[in-house]
T-cell receptor, first 117, second 110 residues
Framework: NAGVTQTPKFQVLKTGQSMTLQCAQD?????MSWYRQDPGMGLRLIHY???????DQGEVPNGYNVSRSTTEDFPLRLLSAAPSQTSVYFC????????????????FGDGTRLSIL | RKEVEQDPGPFNVPEGATVAFNCTYS??????FFWYRQDCRKEPKLLMS???SGNEDGRFTAQLNRASQYISLLIRDSKLSDSATYLC???????????FGAGTQVVVTP
């Protein structure tokens, strides 16, 4: 009964380092997305994918890359970490395309807490 | 102006009391809404989906007012465990995107 699994749960990086946040879901969900959450700002969409091989930008995509080679996995890559990317990152999935005309909620992983020094 | 707006609170509620708070949305095309609860920067967890005029699940009632473009959440007989931030989410955004409010904090006190 794993649902959406994110690794690592905590990470500290130095400015300029790169890393990949992993996200995997075992529900055969078509839609996956990455959010960041900062105090007082709510959840902001970074990138999303509506199926394997298809990705698109969200509200705050700069500094992040994604790929979707399989239905199950949706990794988020930080190319050159900056202190402004210190945040809590959530991966989410839903069974069908979410957003307009969809009635599907999203299911969230338990987050990656990332600090950039 | 944010597309989904919520009063950040906190709403301080005595245990056993009723609390209600609203979420307003600007996109009249929004058809479905969701309430999530989030504990202390943990992951949001789905509390309720609202597709028509409202929904009820135990002590929780959501009501949707399309004319005035707001959705409310009412919690009856509040428990200490109801202390959390409640996120309002709408599907009025473009294809592939949900619209999240910043959340309303509820603090239930003994």
């Amino acid at each position: 009964n794993a649902g959406v699994t994110q690794t690592p749960k905590f990470q500290v990086l130095k400015t300029g380092q790169s890393m990949t946040l992993q996200c995997a879901q075992d529900m055969n969900h078509e839609y996956m997305s990455w959010y960041r959450q900062d105090p007082g700002m709510g959840l902001r969409l970074i990138h999303y994918s509506v199926g394997a091989g298809i990705t698109d930008q969200g509200e705050v995509p700069n500094g992040y890359n994604v790929s979707r080679s399989t239905t199950e996995d949706f990794p988020l890559r930080l190319l050159s970490a900056a202190p402004s990317q210190t945040s809590v990152y959530f991966c989410a999935s839903s069974s069908t395309r979410t957003g307009k005309y969809s009635n599907q909620p999203q299911h969230f992983g338990d987050g990656t807490r990332l600090s950039i020094l | 102006r944010k597309e989904v707006e919520q009063d950040p609170g906190p709403f301080n509620v005595p245990e056993g009391a009723t609390v209600a708070f609203n979420c307003t949305y600007s996109n009249s095309a929004s058809q479905s809404f969701f309430w999530y609860r989030q504990d202390c920067r943990k992951e949001p967890k789905l509390l309720m989906s609202v597709y028509s005029s409202g929904n009820e699940d135990g002590r929780f009632t959501a009501q949707l007012n399309r004319a005035s473009q707001y959705i409310s959440l009412l919690i009856r007989d509040s428990k200490l465990s109801d202390s959390a931030t409640y996120l309002c989410v709408g599907n009025g955004g473009s294809w592939g995107k949900l619209q999240f409010g910043a959340g309303t904090q509820v603090v239930v006190t003994p």
